[in-house]
């Protein structure tokens, strides 16, 4: 069983930065790619950034430039930096591994709890 567990999230002010990370533990047969969603309350969940297996990475329009998404293969973490917050990135943010089970099934998708980022004056 894979299990995602973010931490980083919380109240910044608008133009500063955070730094989110999430930690995966168990094992997946094959990762297709992993990443970040956010969700605003009463919102769907919407794409922010992810990391292909192959090594390339893909940023919704509205964070290329500003957030930056990485990952440490040796740690099994995925990181993503947040700079120049603004109000309308307030959301929860979910880590996200699309991929193959042990039991060759899928792809499926994991998420983690979710963890709160506010951006407020």
């Known amino acids: 069983q894979v299990q995602l567990v973010e931490s980083g999230g919380g109240s910044v002010q608008p133009g500063k930065s955070l730094r989110l990370s999430c930690a995966v533990s168990?094992?997946?047969?094959?990762?297709?790619?992993i990443g970040w969603y956010r969700q605003v309350s009463g919102n769907e969940r919407t794409f922010v950034a992810t990391?292909?297996?192959?090594?390339?990475?893909l940023y919704h329009d509205s964070v290329r430039g500003r957030f930056t998404i990485s990952k440490d293969s040796a740690e099994n973490t995925v990181d993503l930096q947040m700079d120049s917050l603004r109000p309308e990135d307030t959301a929860v943010y979910y880590c996200?591994?699309?991929?193959?089970?042990?039991?060759?099934?899928?792809?499926?998708?994991?998420w983690g709890q979710g963890t709160q980022v506010t951006v407020s004056s």
């Open positions: 996200h591994i699309n991929g193959i089970n042990n039991e060759g099934a899928g792809p499926e998708d994991y």
């Open positions: 990391i292909f297996t192959q090594g390339f990475t």
């Open positions: 168990g094992s997946v047969f094959r990762v297709n790619r």
